[in-house]
């Protein structure tokens, strides 16, 4: 892996017409990973630039147009970019607000790569980065009429500010009074298709010829927000979230028995025979996957609801021993006109001062990507964000961060 300076395209006449959005002679920064060169552009309309990306395959000197997944960071007043490792390349923009400020352009990860296998052609993907770490959601699973709403409700009750709910999509009509982004995130079916291929979804099913599902922006939000989601998703919804690339907590609630729950079930008083019958039946199909299928961490059995809200707790570190959970943030960085950028291991270093070593009234950044996880089609989150007084400062600082 190596770094291109920056250069000047003479025919963009192919990257124009795809969209690529630089002029002639626009200038560009590019990055040499492996067999191919990305190169990052501007399109510069004297008050803001709009970032694009092309490839140039190496071998054959050919330049692509990549299919570019995540959501696109805005227009920005300039923009300093660094590679990390082998599969992405940091970008911090200028003059941008703290919670768009970083970002990853991902040419070479796990995401990346499984897009290219679907759609057969060349992928990159955005994914905004965070400092900072957010804690693990949390699936609960369970049979109907096992206590996990109940559950569910107690802890929302008790910890209003520590828990939150993704809100799902949904292709179906939205019912009076459900209001969009609230109840449901109402969509197309195409649009929804669409993201479920692009692995935009942890999780969805088809229920009555319409589309359900969370998808991880979703989820993202609610990190975003200081809280940690919970989904509460069937046994298959569960399996889904598992085989994904969102690190979780999973949880299932069981009942006592099979007696104790076909009555409380009854006691309900608001179904038929049939459907309690068929309730009855799923459920000893689900406890049974829940059981044997080793997604699950945790298994609750809820036979006293105190007592199985106290063990709920104390698996989420909520009994009073732990610490409180650390909250991701958004920090953002306000780069000089005169500054440079430097690379060690995972350690990125910011100059703000004069680029002469021997001055030593220069303030430092170091950004440590050490601990990065996540990344598209969700966030890219662990960066840690240090600042630093002086050149001997950072140097320690960077000692002390390896």
Same mark, same amino acid.
């Given at each position: ?257 099979? =007696?104790?729950?076909? @009555? %409380? *079930? !009854?006691?309900?008083?608001? #179904?038929? /025979? =049939?459907?309690?019958? @068929? %309730? *009855? !039946?799923?459920?000893?199909? #689900?406890? /049974? ?114």
């Amino acid at each position: 892996m190596g770094e291109a300076p920056a250069f000047v395209f003479d025919d963009l006449q192919d990257a124009n017409q795809n969209g690529f959005g630089l002029k002639s002679k626009d200038s560009g920064t590019a990055f040499t990973i492996r067999d191919k060169t990305y190169v990052i552009g501007c399109d510069d309309d004297e008050s803001t630039l709009s970032i694009g990306v092309l490839i140039i395959d190496n071998a054959t000197g050919n330049s692509i147009i990549p299919t570019v997944l995540g959501s696109k960071p805005k227009p920005c007043k300039g923009y300093s970019a660094v590679p990390l490792n082998a599969d992405r390349i940091l970008i911090i923009k200028k003059g941008s607000a703290p919670d768009d400020c970083i970002w990853f352009l991902e040419v070479d990860t796990k995401y990346v790569k499984q897009q290219k296998n679907n759609l057969g052609k060349e992928v990159v993907a955005w994914s905004k980065g965070v400092s900072g770490n957010a804690e693990k959601p949390v699936v609960i699973s369970g049979p109907s009429g096992v206590g996990k709403g109940t559950l569910i409700s107690m802890l929302m009750k008790e910890f209003p500010s520590m828990f939150g709910f993704s809100v799902s999509h949904t292709t179906r009509a939205p019912r009076a009074m459900e209001k969009d982004g609230v109840h449901y995130h109402f969509t197309e079916r195409s649009v929804m298709e669409k993201e479920i291929r692009e692995g935009k979804f942890l999780e969805f099913a088809s229920v009555h010829g319409n589309l359900y599902g969370t998808s991880i922006e979703a989820v993202e939000v609610v990190a975003d927000a200081g809280k940690r989601c919970i989904l509460d998703i069937d046994v298959q919804g569960a399996r889904s979230v598992s085989a994904s690339s969102l690190e979780a907590i999973f949880i299932f609630i069981c009942p006592p028995s099979m =007696e104790e729950l076909e @009555k %409380r *079930l !009854r006691a309900r008083g608001t #179904e038929a /025979e =049939e459907q309690i019958l @068929k %309730r *009855l !039946r799923n459920a000893k199909a #689900e406890i /049974e996957q829940g059981q044997s299928s080793g997604i699950f961490e945790h298994i609750l059995y809820n036979d006293n609801l105190d007592e199985c809200y106290e063990n709920l707790k104390k698996l989420l570190g909520l009994d009073g021993t732990t610490v409180a959970m650390q909250k991701s943030t958004s920090q953002g960085i306000n780069l000089p006109e005169d500054h440079s950028i430097s690379k060690v291991d995972n350690k990125i270093i910011i100059n703000c001062g004069t680029p002469e070593l021997e001055k030593a009234s220069k303030s430092f950044i170091i950004l440590d990507a050490s601990s990065l996880k996540g990344g598209a089609p969700g966030r890219t989150r662990g960066l840690d964000v240090h600042a630093i007084d002086s050149f001997s400062d950072g140097l320690n600082g960077i000692n002390e961060l390896s």
